[in-house]
Protein backbone atom coordinates (compact mmCIF):
# COMPACT_ATOMS: atom_id res chain seq x y z
CA UNK A 1 0.00 0.00 0.00
CA UNK A 2 1.66 3.52 -0.53
CA UNK A 3 1.10 6.30 1.18
CA UNK A 4 0.44 10.02 -0.56
CA UNK A 5 0.04 13.51 1.34
CA UNK A 6 -3.14 15.26 1.54
CA UNK A 7 -3.32 19.10 2.22
CA UNK A 8 -6.59 19.47 3.81
CA UNK A 9 -8.56 23.01 4.63
CA UNK A 10 -11.63 23.81 5.98
CA UNK A 11 -13.72 27.19 4.53
CA UNK A 12 -16.87 28.37 5.71
CA UNK A 13 -18.58 24.63 5.91
CA UNK A 14 -16.61 22.88 2.83
CA UNK A 15 -13.34 20.84 3.24
CA UNK A 16 -11.10 20.98 0.30
CA UNK A 17 -8.29 18.92 -0.31
CA UNK A 18 -5.62 18.21 -2.74
CA UNK A 19 -3.46 15.40 -2.90
CA UNK A 20 0.79 16.43 -3.16
CA UNK A 21 1.89 13.80 -5.27
CA UNK A 22 0.03 13.39 -8.16
CA UNK A 23 -1.62 16.99 -9.91
CA UNK A 24 -5.01 17.74 -10.21
CA UNK A 25 -6.26 15.18 -7.40
CA UNK A 26 -8.74 17.34 -5.34
CA UNK A 27 -11.77 17.31 -4.34
CA UNK A 28 -14.25 18.56 -1.25
CA UNK A 29 -16.72 17.16 1.30
CA UNK A 30 -18.96 19.02 4.25
CA UNK A 31 -16.92 16.81 7.03
CA UNK A 32 -13.77 16.26 7.04
CA UNK A 33 -13.93 12.21 6.79
CA UNK A 34 -15.93 13.07 3.76
CA UNK A 35 -13.35 15.06 1.70
CA UNK A 36 -10.62 11.88 2.92
CA UNK A 37 -12.98 9.55 0.90
CA UNK A 38 -13.12 12.02 -1.52
CA UNK A 39 -9.95 12.05 -2.21
CA UNK A 40 -9.43 8.39 -2.11
CA UNK A 41 -11.47 7.86 -4.22
CA UNK A 42 -10.30 10.52 -6.84
CA UNK A 43 -6.58 9.26 -6.27
CA UNK A 44 -7.67 5.37 -7.06
CA UNK A 45 -9.41 6.87 -10.23
CA UNK A 46 -6.28 8.96 -11.30
CA UNK A 47 -4.07 6.14 -10.88
CA UNK A 48 -6.22 3.82 -12.82
CA UNK A 49 -6.00 6.35 -15.49
CA UNK A 50 -2.52 6.64 -15.65
CA UNK A 51 -2.07 3.01 -15.65
CA UNK A 52 -4.73 2.59 -18.65
CA UNK A 53 -2.60 5.08 -20.35
CA UNK A 54 0.81 3.72 -19.95
CA UNK A 55 -0.16 0.60 -21.14
CA UNK A 56 -2.25 1.87 -24.19
CA UNK A 57 1.09 3.81 -24.98
CA UNK A 58 3.55 0.36 -25.39
CA UNK A 59 3.61 -1.26 -28.42
CA UNK A 60 4.34 -4.88 -28.51
CA UNK A 61 5.53 -6.77 -25.18
CA UNK A 62 6.05 -4.87 -21.99
CA UNK A 63 7.22 -5.72 -18.58
CA UNK A 64 6.00 -4.04 -15.22
CA UNK A 65 9.00 -2.91 -12.91
CA UNK A 66 8.33 -1.70 -9.34
CA UNK A 67 10.53 1.56 -8.48
CA UNK A 68 10.96 2.85 -4.99
CA UNK A 69 11.86 6.22 -4.13
Same mark, same amino acid.
Given at each position: ????????????????????????????? !??? @??????? =?? &??? !??? @??????? =?? &?????????????
Amino acid at each position: MNNYTAVVQQTDRWWIGWVEEIPGVNSQG !ETR @EELLENL =RS &ALH !EAL @EMNRQEA =RA &AVEGDYVEEKIAV
